[in-house]
């Protein structure tokens, strides 16, 4: 009798264990939204570089998405659903939601692309020399998961002179009313 006792306690006990895990670990999934869930490298927190094959990305992204971040594609002009669009907030890399820039550095443009005179901070991209197509532009890359992003150019607006053309379907918007983490609610911009 006192043997089932303690180990009736003891299967208790466990079952308490297994129930506290199983618990904890639903409240966590449904925390995660749609996008991390398909796609467990994004976050807009975690500034940790990223090195993830093409082949694994492949599988991750949209086909859209991937040709322009992977394959350097470029979307039509005026047709990417952020070149005339001035919502307030933030715009993160749509391949693994690095934060790349605020809305208040975005200006009307005539090319029909996205264009930012500053990113959000250093170390948001990086750039490399593109000589391709005949001619000699910098590629703009996102600086967590090096995805393509588009190009640089010096016909800006100040206080930069910089125009970051953009293509749209490689960016994430998320509206400041949106946004837990837009600047005002928490240390940084
Ligand atoms: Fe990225």
Redo the contacts with the bound molecule.
């Keep these: 009798m006192k043997a089932i006792t303690a180990r009736t306690i003891f299967a208790l006990a466990i079952a308490s264990i297994a129930a506290i895990n199983c618990s904890s670990s639903s409240k966590a999934d449904s925390m995660k939204d749609a996008k991390q869930t398909q796609n467990p490298y994004y976050s807009q927190t975690d500034t940790t570089k990223?090195n993830v094959p093409d082949a694994t990305w492949k599988k991750i992204l949209p086909a859209d998405v991937y040709a322009v971040?992977r394959e350097k594609d470029t979307e039509y002009a005026f047709t990417g659903k952020y070149w005339n669009f001035e919502g307030l907030g933030t715009y993160?890399?749509?391949?693994?939601?690095?934060k790349?820039f605020r809305s208040d550095s975005k200006f009307a443009s005539s090319c029909g692309w996205p264009s930012f005179f500053e990113t959000s901070r250093p170390g948001a991209a990086i750039y490399v020399s593109d000589k391709s197509h005949g001619m000699d532009r910098t590629e703009v890359l996102?600086?967590?998961?090096?995805?393509h992003?588009g190009h640089l150019f010096d016909d800006g607006p100040p206080p930069t002179g910089k125009r970051y053309c953009m293509n749209s379907i490689?960016l994430d918007f998320v509206p400041d009313a949106k946004n837990p983490l837009a600047p005002g609610l928490t240390p940084g911009k």
């Excluded at 996102?142 to 995805?147: F, I």
């Design positions: 990223l971040a993160y890399c749509a391949v693994c939601g690095n790349l996102c600086g967590r998961c090096g995805s992003l490689v």
